[in-house]
């Protein structure tokens, strides 16, 4: 199994910068694509952004040149740098990464969420 936790989280105003970090831990061999994923109240969870174990990364275009996410293969730990924050960017943010079986995404993993409030 593995664990991520999320940290990082908090309350900024408009126009304000939070990092956002997701620690991964136990099996993380098994770990493929990580990315992070939001859930604002009354809504869908959606995808933030994605990378993958090579460093690609794709962006939600509400984000793009906004956010940053980046991992540490090394530390296995997933970032999300972001910028510019605007009051529709308040949700819980949740860390996800692929479960992988050799080549195969077999399923997935999640951190527990953590808030991001951004007032106006």
């Known amino acids: 199994q593995v664990q991520l936790v999320e940290s990082g989280g908090g309350l900024v105003q408009a126009g304000g910068s939070l990092r956002l970090s997701c620690a991964a831990s136990?099996?993380?061999?098994?770990?493929?694509?990580m990315g992070w994923y939001r859930q604002a109240p009354g809504k869908q969870r959606e995808l933030v952004a994605i990378?993958?174990?090579?460093?690609?990364?794709d962006y939600a275009d509400s984000v793009k040149g906004r956010f940053t996410i980046s991992r540490d293969n090394a530390k296995i730990t997933l970032y999300l740098q972001m910028s510019s924050l605007k009051p529709e960017d308040t949700a819980v943010y949740y860390c996800?990464?692929?479960?992988?079986?050799?080549?195969?995404?077999?399923?997935?993993?999640w951190g527990q969420g953590t808030q991001v409030t951004v007032s106006s």
């Open positions: 136990g099996r993380t061999l098994s770990i493929g694509a």
């Open positions: 996800h990464a692929d479960r992988m079986w050799g080549v195969d995404v077999v399923g997935d993993y």
């Open positions: 990378i993958s174990t090579g460093g690609s990364t």
